[in-house]
Protein backbone atom coordinates (compact mmCIF):
# COMPACT_ATOMS: atom_id res chain seq x y z
CA UNK A 1 0.00 0.00 0.00
CA UNK A 2 1.24 3.02 -0.42
CA UNK A 3 2.37 5.89 1.76
CA UNK A 4 0.30 8.86 2.11
CA UNK A 5 2.94 11.42 1.16
CA UNK A 6 3.63 9.12 -2.00
CA UNK A 7 -0.27 8.95 -3.10
CA UNK A 8 0.17 12.66 -2.99
CA UNK A 9 2.49 13.14 -5.01
CA UNK A 10 1.33 10.60 -7.28
CA UNK A 11 -1.82 12.50 -7.53
CA UNK A 12 -0.86 16.14 -7.69
CA UNK A 13 1.99 15.73 -10.20
CA UNK A 14 0.83 15.08 -13.41
CA UNK A 15 4.21 13.45 -14.97
CA UNK A 16 4.40 10.79 -12.27
CA UNK A 17 0.55 10.23 -12.97
CA UNK A 18 0.73 10.12 -16.41
CA UNK A 19 3.86 7.38 -16.04
CA UNK A 20 1.71 5.27 -13.59
CA UNK A 21 3.07 7.07 -10.20
CA UNK A 22 6.18 6.39 -7.70
CA UNK A 23 7.43 2.83 -7.15
CA UNK A 24 6.80 2.02 -3.70
CA UNK A 25 8.25 -1.54 -4.66
CA UNK A 26 11.84 -2.76 -3.80
CA UNK A 27 13.92 -2.37 -6.76
CA UNK A 28 16.33 -4.98 -7.77
CA UNK A 29 18.78 -5.25 -11.02
CA UNK A 30 18.69 -7.43 -13.64
CA UNK A 31 21.66 -9.03 -11.93
CA UNK A 32 19.96 -9.95 -9.19
CA UNK A 33 17.67 -13.05 -8.33
CA UNK A 34 14.22 -12.05 -7.49
CA UNK A 35 12.14 -12.56 -4.75
CA UNK A 36 9.45 -14.63 -6.34
CA UNK A 37 8.49 -15.75 -9.50
CA UNK A 38 5.97 -13.06 -10.41
CA UNK A 39 8.81 -10.34 -9.46
CA UNK A 40 11.13 -11.71 -12.62
CA UNK A 41 11.78 -8.81 -15.13
CA UNK A 42 9.99 -9.05 -18.19
CA UNK A 43 13.18 -8.68 -20.64
CA UNK A 44 14.72 -11.79 -18.41
CA UNK A 45 12.27 -13.84 -19.54
CA UNK A 46 12.60 -12.18 -23.16
CA UNK A 47 16.53 -13.40 -23.02
CA UNK A 48 15.66 -16.77 -21.55
CA UNK A 49 12.81 -17.60 -23.66
CA UNK A 50 15.18 -16.17 -27.17
CA UNK A 51 17.68 -18.74 -26.52
CA UNK A 52 15.83 -21.74 -25.61
CA UNK A 53 13.02 -21.28 -28.22
CA UNK A 54 16.22 -21.51 -30.81
CA UNK A 55 17.31 -24.76 -29.50
CA UNK A 56 13.77 -26.00 -29.32
CA UNK A 57 13.55 -25.11 -33.04
CA UNK A 58 16.97 -26.57 -33.96
CA UNK A 59 15.31 -30.01 -32.06
CA UNK A 60 13.30 -31.10 -35.09
CA UNK A 61 11.73 -33.47 -32.86
CA UNK A 62 7.87 -32.75 -34.65
CA UNK A 63 6.79 -31.06 -31.61
CA UNK A 64 6.44 -27.03 -31.47
CA UNK A 65 6.01 -24.75 -28.19
CA UNK A 66 6.55 -21.44 -27.53
CA UNK A 67 9.36 -20.95 -24.96
CA UNK A 68 7.74 -17.66 -23.95
CA UNK A 69 4.23 -18.31 -23.23
CA UNK A 70 5.14 -21.23 -21.11
CA UNK A 71 6.89 -19.13 -18.94
CA UNK A 72 4.62 -16.27 -18.70
CA UNK A 73 1.72 -18.64 -18.03
CA UNK A 74 3.49 -20.00 -15.35
CA UNK A 75 4.29 -16.85 -13.91
CA UNK A 76 0.74 -16.59 -14.21
CA UNK A 77 0.06 -19.34 -12.43
CA UNK A 78 2.50 -18.38 -9.26
CA UNK A 79 0.47 -15.19 -9.02
CA UNK A 80 -3.45 -16.78 -9.23
CA UNK A 81 -1.99 -19.82 -6.86
CA UNK A 82 -3.27 -18.63 -3.21
CA UNK A 83 -7.27 -17.70 -4.80
CA UNK A 84 -6.82 -20.81 -6.78
CA UNK A 85 -9.08 -23.88 -6.22
CA UNK A 86 -6.75 -25.89 -8.22
CA UNK A 87 -4.69 -27.96 -5.95
CA UNK A 88 -2.33 -29.07 -8.63
CA UNK A 89 -1.11 -25.26 -9.23
CA UNK A 90 2.65 -26.86 -8.37
CA UNK A 91 2.10 -29.30 -10.93
CA UNK A 92 0.80 -27.38 -13.75
CA UNK A 93 3.91 -24.98 -13.29
CA UNK A 94 6.68 -28.15 -13.46
CA UNK A 95 4.84 -28.89 -16.66
CA UNK A 96 5.21 -25.54 -18.36
CA UNK A 97 8.94 -24.90 -17.15
CA UNK A 98 9.78 -28.79 -17.63
CA UNK A 99 8.95 -28.67 -21.12
CA UNK A 100 11.26 -25.41 -21.86
CA UNK A 101 14.38 -27.79 -21.80
CA UNK A 102 12.82 -30.81 -21.66
CA UNK A 103 15.02 -32.53 -25.15
CA UNK A 104 18.45 -30.23 -24.15
CA UNK A 105 20.54 -29.58 -21.19
CA UNK A 106 24.07 -31.20 -21.69
CA UNK A 107 27.16 -29.24 -22.43
CA UNK A 108 27.45 -30.94 -25.82
CA UNK A 109 23.98 -29.40 -27.17
CA UNK A 110 25.04 -26.17 -25.87
CA UNK A 111 28.71 -26.28 -27.31
CA UNK A 112 26.86 -27.55 -30.52
CA UNK A 113 24.47 -24.30 -30.99
CA UNK A 114 25.99 -21.39 -28.79
CA UNK A 115 30.29 -21.88 -29.26
CA UNK A 116 30.57 -18.82 -27.81
CA UNK A 117 29.29 -20.45 -24.18
CA UNK A 118 32.69 -21.77 -22.51
CA UNK A 119 31.65 -24.74 -21.41
CA UNK A 120 35.01 -26.20 -19.97
CA UNK A 121 34.59 -23.68 -17.46
CA UNK A 122 33.63 -24.77 -13.67
CA UNK A 123 30.86 -22.39 -13.01
CA UNK A 124 29.21 -23.07 -16.26
CA UNK A 125 29.87 -26.81 -16.03
CA UNK A 126 27.66 -26.67 -12.74
CA UNK A 127 24.88 -24.03 -14.17
CA UNK A 128 24.40 -26.74 -17.11
CA UNK A 129 24.65 -29.46 -14.24
CA UNK A 130 22.21 -27.60 -12.23
CA UNK A 131 19.76 -26.98 -15.17
CA UNK A 132 19.58 -31.12 -16.08
CA UNK A 133 19.10 -31.92 -12.64
CA UNK A 134 16.42 -29.19 -11.96
CA UNK A 135 14.41 -30.23 -15.27
CA UNK A 136 14.08 -34.08 -13.30
CA UNK A 137 12.98 -32.24 -10.35
CA UNK A 138 10.15 -30.59 -11.95
CA UNK A 139 9.63 -34.23 -13.71
CA UNK A 140 8.99 -35.75 -10.48
CA UNK A 141 6.97 -32.96 -9.28
CA UNK A 142 4.86 -33.31 -12.24
CA UNK A 143 4.24 -36.87 -12.16
CA UNK A 144 3.42 -36.58 -8.23
CA UNK A 145 6.68 -38.35 -6.75
CA UNK A 146 7.06 -36.16 -4.48
CA UNK A 147 9.82 -38.23 -2.43
CA UNK A 148 12.10 -38.88 -5.51
CA UNK A 149 11.51 -34.88 -6.05
CA UNK A 150 12.74 -34.22 -2.71
CA UNK A 151 16.02 -36.41 -3.57
CA UNK A 152 17.01 -34.03 -6.30
CA UNK A 153 16.26 -30.83 -4.50
CA UNK A 154 18.97 -32.14 -1.85
CA UNK A 155 21.36 -32.62 -5.07
CA UNK A 156 19.98 -29.29 -6.25
CA UNK A 157 21.18 -28.04 -3.23
CA UNK A 158 24.59 -29.53 -2.95
CA UNK A 159 25.21 -28.09 -6.75
CA UNK A 160 24.53 -24.80 -5.76
CA UNK A 161 26.78 -25.01 -2.97
CA UNK A 162 29.67 -26.08 -4.85
CA UNK A 163 28.05 -23.15 -7.50
CA UNK A 164 28.59 -20.33 -4.20
CA UNK A 165 32.14 -21.54 -4.31
CA UNK A 166 32.40 -20.01 -7.77
CA UNK A 167 30.14 -17.21 -7.61
CA UNK A 168 30.13 -14.97 -3.91
CA UNK A 169 27.30 -13.68 -4.63
CA UNK A 170 25.34 -16.44 -4.70
CA UNK A 171 22.88 -17.02 -1.58
CA UNK A 172 21.36 -20.38 -1.00
CA UNK A 173 17.69 -19.33 -0.20
CA UNK A 174 17.23 -20.22 3.45
CA UNK A 175 14.04 -22.26 2.72
CA UNK A 176 15.92 -25.13 1.75
CA UNK A 177 17.61 -26.39 4.19
CA UNK A 178 14.12 -25.75 7.00
CA UNK A 179 12.58 -28.26 3.46
CA UNK A 180 15.20 -30.54 4.13
CA UNK A 181 14.69 -30.63 8.16
CA UNK A 182 10.85 -30.62 8.14
CA UNK A 183 9.52 -31.94 4.28
CA UNK A 184 6.27 -30.32 5.22
CA UNK A 185 3.80 -29.54 2.15
CA UNK A 186 4.06 -25.78 3.08
CA UNK A 187 7.45 -26.00 2.71
CA UNK A 188 7.15 -27.86 -0.40
CA UNK A 189 5.63 -24.75 -1.83
CA UNK A 190 8.10 -22.14 -0.90
CA UNK A 191 10.97 -24.65 -2.28
CA UNK A 192 9.26 -25.23 -5.47
CA UNK A 193 9.27 -21.52 -5.94
CA UNK A 194 12.37 -21.02 -5.19
CA UNK A 195 13.61 -23.90 -7.72
CA UNK A 196 11.87 -22.87 -10.66
CA UNK A 197 13.35 -19.02 -9.94
CA UNK A 198 16.58 -21.04 -9.68
CA UNK A 199 16.02 -22.83 -13.33
CA UNK A 200 14.70 -19.21 -14.95
CA UNK A 201 17.70 -17.33 -13.72
CA UNK A 202 20.63 -19.81 -13.92
CA UNK A 203 19.77 -19.67 -17.92
CA UNK A 204 19.83 -16.43 -17.63
CA UNK A 205 22.78 -15.77 -16.13
CA UNK A 206 24.26 -18.61 -19.04
CA UNK A 207 22.73 -16.48 -22.35
CA UNK A 208 23.36 -13.09 -20.48
CA UNK A 209 27.32 -13.24 -19.93
CA UNK A 210 27.97 -15.25 -23.67
CA UNK A 211 25.41 -14.06 -25.56
CA UNK A 212 23.13 -11.15 -26.71
CA UNK A 213 21.33 -9.63 -23.23
CA UNK A 214 17.87 -8.38 -23.86
CA UNK A 215 17.85 -7.65 -20.16
CA UNK A 216 20.08 -4.20 -20.61
Known sequence: MESKETENLNEIDPVLKQHGGLSTEIEYTSQQI?????????????????????????????????????VVNSKKLFGTRFISKDIFWARHIAS??????????????????????????????????????INSFLSKVVHLNYCESYKIA???????????SEDETLMIPSEFKEYFDTQDFNTFNEIFEKICIIYIFNFYQIFSEFLYNEAV
Do not use: C, H, M
Not at 101 to 128: E, M, P
Open 34 to 70: PPSFTKFKKNIFKTVSLYLQLLWDSNNNGKIIDVYDL
Open 96 to 133: DLREISLSFGTDTRFQKYFKNIDTSRIDVAIRIDLSVK
Open 154 to 164: KEISSLLDDLS
